[in-house]
């Protein structure tokens, strides 16, 4: 497992969701797959799609026509020599909600994808708002790996940071209603303006980028979140313990804007835990503004899956 996701790791950094980057041969290759999202690296394939109960891939906008529940489908590929065991979660407008999956209520799905082969996860999704949300959904390998026999092996908390994500709008093709608000307090955040990282770290110092892979509880860190777009990019900030969202600074969800060419640290302390559980950043670029062909709307960055102990 440790050299299948280290080999992962160095090569596909990032996932190929249908972005602005893709070159014309990449594309038609994902027309031809029902614009399902890939992450590849030779033979190492990982191919996962959104679909509703008719097995119409849903690209960027989930439909209004729904009483009440919505159901759909998640499919996940792989064609790794070995099983993979992943989780699902679901979001309306950055905040947890659950999905039906086998007669229950569950914030976390969890489901096994044999080497070679694909997996369909059947379930029911309930909104809460009518019209005018955004609803993304984040699947992610070995939802319960725990670090106790490595605790400070730094190539496994790397392997956590690829996430295989999906954004989609649930509204028509008119823009998002929802209103952008900042509210991280200038008290508690920094700025490094000429040391860009992309994506997410946690560290306990500012601007020290050490990759570590446990905090204690209720200790005082800091969240880098990088910004190498060429622009003044807005974000929505989440974070989960267990698989749990977590308020971050009194906050469900942090709204910030990260300049151009531009670090943002935010300080903030770890949840309160009474056994060792594992902790996770999620960062979303331009928040409510899901839309076609907008492809960076469609990330989602994710910082290093630590654990924080008693």
Not at 11 to 32: A, G, K, M, R
Not at 48 to 56: A, K, N, T, V
Not at 75 to 99: K, R, V
Not at 113 to 135: P, R
């Amino acid at each position: 497992m440790k050299k299948r996701f280290l080999i992962f790791w160095l090569t596909t950094t990032f996932l190929i969701s249908c972005s602005n980057s893709i070159n014309e041969e990449d594309f038609q290759q994902v027309q031809d797959n029902d614009l399902r999202n890939y992450s590849t690296e030779k033979q190492d394939i990982f191919a996962f799609g959104l679909y509703d109960d008719d097995r119409r891939i849903i690209d960027t906008y989930l439909s209004e026509n729904l009483k009440d529940t919505y159901p759909l489908e998640f499919e996940m590929e792989q064609y790794f020599d070995e099983d993979i065991d992943f989780g699902l979660l679901a979001f309306e407008n950055f905040e947890q909600i659950p999905l039906h999956y086998e007669g229950k209520d569950r914030n976390l799905i969890t489901y096994h994808v044999q080497s070679n082969k694909s997996e369909t996860v059947a379930f029911n999704l309930k909104l809460k708002a009518n019209v005018n949300s955004e609803i993304s959904f984040i699947s992610f390998t070995d939802p319960y790996h725990s670090f106790d026999s490595e605790p400070d092996n730094i190539e496994v908390a790397f392997q956590y940071e690829d996430i295989f994500s999906l954004r989609r709008a649930y509204s028509s093709s008119d823009p998002i209603e929802t209103k952008f608000i900042e509210n991280v307090e200038v008290s508690t955040s920094h700025l490094i303006d000429d040391n860009i990282i992309e994506g997410l770290i946690i560290d306990t110092e500012v601007g020290q980028y050490n990759y570590i892979t446990q905090l204690t509880s209720e200790e005082n860190a800091f969240i880098h979140i990088g910004n190498g777009y060429g622009e003044d990019v807005p974000y929505a900030l989440i974070a989960l313990k267990n698989w749990e969202q977590v308020d971050i600074n009194g906050e469900r969800v942090l709204y910030f804007t990260v300049p151009k060419d531009a670090t943002k640290v935010i300080q903030f302390e770890t949840p309160k835990v009474k056994s060792l559980e594992p902790f996770q950043f999620f960062a979303f670029p331009y928040p409510y503004e899901i839309e076609e062909g907008f492809y960076e709307a469609d990330r989602i960055y994710s910082s290093a899956r630590i654990f924080v102990s008693p």
